[in-house]
Nanobody
Framework: QVQLVESGGGWVQAGDSLRLSCVAS????????MGWFRQAPGKEREFVAA????????YYAESVKGRFTISRDNAKNTVYLQMNNLKPEDTAVYYCAVDPSPQFRDIYYRHYGMDYWGKGTLVTVSS
């Protein structure tokens, strides 16, 4: 079973940057697609970004495109989310997730999420 632990959240001001990390354990991490999702107070969880198992394909929500970058280091079993030019509307709990499917299912992730989830890390952006 896959276990995911996120870190790197915190309180920042608008325009600042943060880098989230997610360490995976418990299975063959390097063959899984990985993603980040977020849930703002009072809202449903939404897709943020995903990366294929090799790191060669990425997919972003329109709201973060150009500001966030997802990447992974399979040797460290870690996926990252570099967040630049943060806005108050980025305030949310950010969750790391894993899809054990051999395919990179970008549209599917946006609508249905992934199979395994971390417990989340809180990002607060003040104006």
């Amino acid at each position: 079973q896959v276990q995911l632990v996120e870190s790197g959240g915190g309180w920042v001001q608008a325009g600042d940057s943060l880098r989230l990390s997610c360490v995976a354990s418990g299975h063959t991490f390097s063959t899984y697609s990985m993603g980040w999702f977020r849930q703002a107070p009072g809202k449903e969880r939404e897709f943020v970004a995903a990366v294929s198992w090799r790191g060669s394909i990425t997919y972003y929500a329109e709201s973060v495109k150009g500001r966030f970058t997802i990447s992974r280091d399979n040797a460290k079993n870690t996926v990252y989310l570099q967040m630049n030019n943060l806005k108050p509307e980025d305030t949310a709990v950010y969750y790391c997730a894993v899809d054990p499917s051999p395919q990179f299912r970008d549209i599917y992730y946006r609508h249905y999420g992934m199979d395994y989830w971390g417990k989340g890390t809180l990002v607060t952006v003040s104006s």
